[in-house]
């Protein structure tokens, strides 16, 4: 189990805890690791990372400034580089990139927010698997993976990051030379955002509009030198720097890059699927027309298992802090309760730790479908790209939102003490809260789901075969209802009604709002929050759906007590979205008044059910000490004596007496000032 950085003796709150624990947490661990094969692989190279104590900072990171962060993050980044090399040289191709997760959650341990290489590992080498041709990925691959060079990814320009389309950058075809040459025309046409770029990269994707033979054939994806690599002097014709202090993600420096006529060669142009001769002539791609997009569907779905794992975080936090703290007296003469054992925490907490589950089990379902699409793709069919796109967009939209929502539950659930920087909350709702906007907003992703969502229900209504996650509008369409029952499989039912309920009302106010003289994009865009409704209910239903079958699948075979708790969290799951929807379901199902008091009643009953193994629950999550720096979610539970060693690292306490007392407050209180 966990280990701790100073070892303490354990809480006896959280050893009466985990003895009242009644199933077996190392099988739910395996459960969420998906397998005892990996649980091992994981804590391996956790421990091949962790066990030497070179994640440990001399000064904490939040008493560093702004510049002493950064160099501090960079010098880590590369000591972490270095001891697991040997895990990222085994790493051949994107079938295995299911390691970088092993890897992504073991650097938490030594970043309280973020390395400056996160966009090497997680875009700028992805982009390099999946739209550089054979050859060019045997030129860059070594290079890349053996850190020779690091680089980022540049698409997002100061005037525009949702609308590609928008992109002003733009690389022009010069035959005389077989060079591109790449232009920033505007202000608004520079760089903006990319993780890296300001200070750490000499390399980097950059996302123009290519220009051949005077024509434009939209945005293409090139790899870009911007800095020397023996100086790291920006090279003539590149303007770059960082973009200044953000909410989070500052030890990332995120920056900005202009180019003035600046030169590269044709090879540099990533050219797996669009092509420019050496002539000029553009060939283009024989299949999908947004397959340039590509990192950016692989990135949605692997952003649905790193929030899982940020929640799983934050609620090991807050629930192990849950344990220990007592607070209130609701009966006269006894003791003061853990504030776990009140209903009030238990509805904050449980859901988060469902949650986590949920979309832990929902992003091993994706990856998997991901993995299938890809494969379809080396074959040249592209049938299921917009089914993919659907579901990584509102996957990614719904698991961003939720999850920032559950963790500053999470902090409002551990009071002022979830406020501190060392309760280690703030740094991961900070990192979370960027990811429902990047990689594509929240309200954007839901919409292009909601694009295909419409689609489909005009196959059904046309009777042509629809794809597999929305074989419930053909139901819907022939007008067949299923009786509200309460049962888990009738609540996911009823969201799939309220899903269809909400296109199909969206599709009537569209032709409605045409039938009466607006354009289609007019009536579009008046059904828009009605639109952004239906994804999300979609996607509620893909979820609840997903995580009901996974779990019954992966626990067929468990002990008894493992399927009890892994069943109650469904149903928990279940229940609080099905009472947070009943405007809905009231609208689109047969449920009355009286189910939805027994729906109440039934959730209320899993909180007590669950109550007794919730710390067991999030210790399976088997998160170690070092990687959730809080001060309040320890292993031990010593939450006192860690908050006070805390308090004592701050600077102002290196000296009894400071000296703003001689200069300010001294001549201020004698009335000298
Ligand atoms: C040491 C540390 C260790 C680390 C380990 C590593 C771990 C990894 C961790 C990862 C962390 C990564 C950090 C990332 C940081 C942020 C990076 C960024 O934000 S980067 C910047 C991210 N920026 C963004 O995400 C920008 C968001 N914006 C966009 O994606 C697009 O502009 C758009 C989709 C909104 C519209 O595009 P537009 O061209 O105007 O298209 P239309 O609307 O006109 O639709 C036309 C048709 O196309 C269809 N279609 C569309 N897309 C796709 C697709 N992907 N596919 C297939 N189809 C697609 C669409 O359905 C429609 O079909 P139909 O209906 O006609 O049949
Ligand atoms: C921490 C962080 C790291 C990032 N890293 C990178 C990186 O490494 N590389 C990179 O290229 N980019 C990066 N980005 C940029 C990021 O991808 C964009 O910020 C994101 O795609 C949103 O685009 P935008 O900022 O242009 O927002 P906008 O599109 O301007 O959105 C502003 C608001 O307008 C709304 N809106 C916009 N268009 C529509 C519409 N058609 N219909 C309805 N509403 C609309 C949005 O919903 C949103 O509420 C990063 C951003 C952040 C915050």
Request: contains cysteine; neutral net charge; charged residues 20%.
């Amino acid at each position: 189990m966990s280990q701790n950085k100073t070892i303490m003796e354990v809480n006896q709150e959280l050893v009466k805890e985990r003895a009242k624990c009644n199933f077996n947490v190392l099988e739910v661990t395996h459960i969420l690791d998906g397998g005892e094969k990996n649980t091992l692989h994981r804590k391996k190279i956790e421990s091949i990372a962790l066990d030497e104590g070179a994640y440990k900072d001399p000064i904490p990171e939040e008493y560093l400034s702004p510049k002493e962060k950064y160099e501090n993050a960079v010098r880590k980044s590369c000591l972490f580089c270095k001891i697991v090399k040997n895990a990222l040289t085994e790493f051949t191709g994107l079938e295995h990139f299911s390691n970088f997760f092993v890897l992504r959650r073991t650097a938490d341990a030594f970043f309280k927010e973020i390395s400056p290489f996160l966009l090497h590992l997680g875009m700028f080498l992805p982009t390099i698997l999946g739209q550089c041709t054979t050859e060019q990925q045997a030129y860059w691959l070594p290079r890349v993976l053996d850190i020779q060079i690091i680089g980022t990814y540049a698409q997002t320009e100061l005037g525009h990051g949702t609308f590609i389309r928008g992109l002003e950058t733009t690389a022009t075809y010069d035959p005389e030379t077989e060079e591109f040459v790449l232009h920033s025309p505007t202000l608004t046409s520079y760089k903006w955002w990319a993780g890296g770029l300001g200070k750490t990269v000499n390399y980097c994707i950059v996302v123009a509009q290519l220009y051949t033979k005077g024509v434009c054939h939209g945005t293409h994806l090139f790899i870009v030198q911007i800095r020397d690599e023996e100086t790291h002097m920006p090279l003539p014709g590149i303007k770059v720097g960082e973009i200044g202090a953000k909410m989070g993600f500052n030890t990332a420096d995120n920056g900005y890059l202009a180019f003035d006529h600046y030169r590269i060669p044709r090879q540099n142009m990533m050219m797996k699927n669009a092509q420019v001769l050496k002539d000029g002539t553009y060939v283009k791609p024989d299949s999908h027309g947004k397959l340039t997009y590509g990192t950016m569907v692989l990135v949605r779905v692997i952003l649905v298992n790193e929030v899982a794992f940020n929640l799983a975080k934050a609620c090991t936090i807050a629930t192990r802090y849950s344990a220990v703290r007592r607070q209130s007296q609701p009966k006269p003469n006894e003791p003061e309760p853990q504030i776990l054992d009140y209903t009030t925490q238990q509805h904050k907490l449980f859901i988060c730790i469902a949650t986590a589950h949920a979309l832990q089990l929902a992003s091993a379902w994706l990856w998997k479908t991901f993995n299938a699409v890809m494969s379809d793709m080396k074959k040249g069919n592209t049938d299921s790209l917009p089914e993919l796109h659907a579901l990584s967009s509102c996957l990614k939209a719904l698991s961003t939102s939720d999850v920032t929502s559950l963790i500053e539950q999470c902090r409002y659930s551990c009071g002022g003490h979830g406020y501190m920087l060392c309760s280690g909350l703030p740094n991961i709702y900070s990192f979370v809260t960027a990811t429902r906007t990047y990689e594509g907003d929240y309200t954007i992703l839901l919409l292009q789901t909601a694009r295909f969502l419409v689609k489909a229900y005009e196959q059904a209504e046309a009777g042509t075969p629809v794809t597999p996650t929305v074989l419930y509008l053909i139901e819907f369409v022939s007008g067949k209802r299923t009786p509200w029952d309460g049962s888990p499989e009738g609540i996911i039912k009823s969201f799939q009604e309220i899903a269809a309920g909400n296109i199909s009302s969206c599709v009537k106010s569209i032709r409605n709002r045409m039938s009466s003289g607006l354009s289609f994009e007019d009536a579009w865009e008046l059904t828009t929050i009605q639109l952004v409704g239906a994804a999300e209910a979609h996607c509620r239903a893909v979820i609840s759906d997903t995580y009901k079958k996974e779990i019954a699948r992966i626990t067929a075979s468990s002990s008894t007590n493992v399927k009890i708790v892994m069943e109650q969290l469904v149903n928990l799951y279940l229940h609080y979205w099905a009472l947070n929807r009943t405007g809905d379901l009231l609208r689109y199902s047969s449920i009355s008044g009286e189910d939805v008091a027994n729906l109440q009643m039934k959730y209320e009953e899993l909180l007590t059910l669950i109550r007794p193994n919730a710390v067991g629950l999030v210790d399976a999550f088997d998160l170690r000490d070092e990687i959730l720096h809080s001060a309040l979610g320890s292993y031990d539970g010593q939450v006192y004596k860690r908050l006070f060693a805390e308090a004592l690292k701050s600077p102002l306490n290196q000296e009894p007496v400071n000296e703003t007392f001689h200069k300010y407050l001294k001549p201020t209180m004698q009335g000298k000032l």
